[in-house]
């Protein structure tokens, strides 16, 4: 500790209070004095002493009871006392060590000795800070990594409720505040795909709504996780119906590619589910529709209910190739084939009207994939 450290000197002879003042003065300590108990206790209160000076002998409160305030007080438990006395040295240290005194001077004072004493409690109550110091910052640390932790549980929690709308990706994306961007209306080339089941309507025409809702279940349950594997993202559900698109928010190095694996993985998937509901009575298959084109894309709604759209011909295109599409097909036009037709294997049906186009279009069945 500096020489600038506050010594208190507590003494109700004025002489011996001048001397002590006046020499750990010269020394570079700040020094306040008290001439009794009460007035040092408040002196300890308002002015914060690095140190007290303390005599044992004086009227109404000696030094021993006002030592042992000093320790009482858990804001000046640790506060260095030294003990100052004229009486018999071995019997009044034993005393003081009882009242809670650090160290023990007789008078006369001598000076050497005193300013080394001194010297060493102030270090030992440095340290004592630098501790406390420690243990506050390491509290305060502890305050800040349980406040974090608590953000972190939260994002995680805000995280699973994205996923449920969004791809992983881009969920961890809009949490990061990566995302905010990505949500705002643009236009991109994306890969649509439309799927829903034949003979669904006749279904539900002639089922129980328990049995419609378990059926979409299943059905649900097994496409999902592929949009995911394959990074897609689902628009929305219509019953039986499903919008999914590629390279948007998040782009991707193969859309098409990815578009028409997913829907060979659906396909694939959708044959056990087809043979149980067969078994149980219900005639249903999955026809799937596949376009590539530019759309316009962006979160669309109101506060507090919004989705992510996206909007344009190709859209149209996909959903009516969907609804040509027989059980078990996946249709796209010429233009999507194009951009996969070295890996998949597909079967030409021919120009095909759809409804709301105005010219035909040429159709492909994608039946594969080239080994």
Known sequence: MSAGAKILVVDDTPLNVKMLADLLAFKGYQVVTAASGAEALAKIESERPDLVLLDVMMPKMNGYEVCQKIRANSATGMLPVVMVTALD???????????????????????????????????????????????????????????????????????????????????????????????????????????????????????????????????HRVMGPLILAHEGTLEHFAGDGMMIFFNDPLPLENPTGNAVRMARAMQENFAPLRAAWKKRGYDLDLGIGIAQGYATLGAIGYEGRWDYACIGSVTNLASRLCSEAKGGQILTNQKTLSRVEDAVQAAPLGEVTLKGISHPVPVFNITGFKS
Do not use: C
């Not at 279904?203 to 299943?218: G, I, K, N, R």
């Open 89 to 219: 040295p071995a019997q009044e240290r034993v005393k003081g060590i009882e009242a809670g005194a650090d160290d023990f001077l007789s008078k006369p004072i001598n000076q050497p000795e005193l300013l080394a004493r001194v010297k060493s409690l102030l270090r030992i109550k440095e340290l004592h800070d630098t501790v406390q110091s420690q243990a506050g910052q390491l509290a305060e640390w502890n305050k800040k990594l349980e406040a974090r932790v608590r953000e972190q549980l939260a994002q995680l929690d805000r995280l699973g409720r994205l996923k449920s709308f969004f791809s992983p990706q881009l969920a961890e994306s809009i949490i990061n505040g990566g995302g905010e961007d990505l949500l705002k209306t643009h236009r991109r080339e994306v890969v649509v795909a439309f799927l829903d089941m034949r003979g669904f309507t006749a279904f539900t025409d002639t089922s129980e709504p328990e049995e419609v809702m378990s059926v979409l279940a299943e059905y």
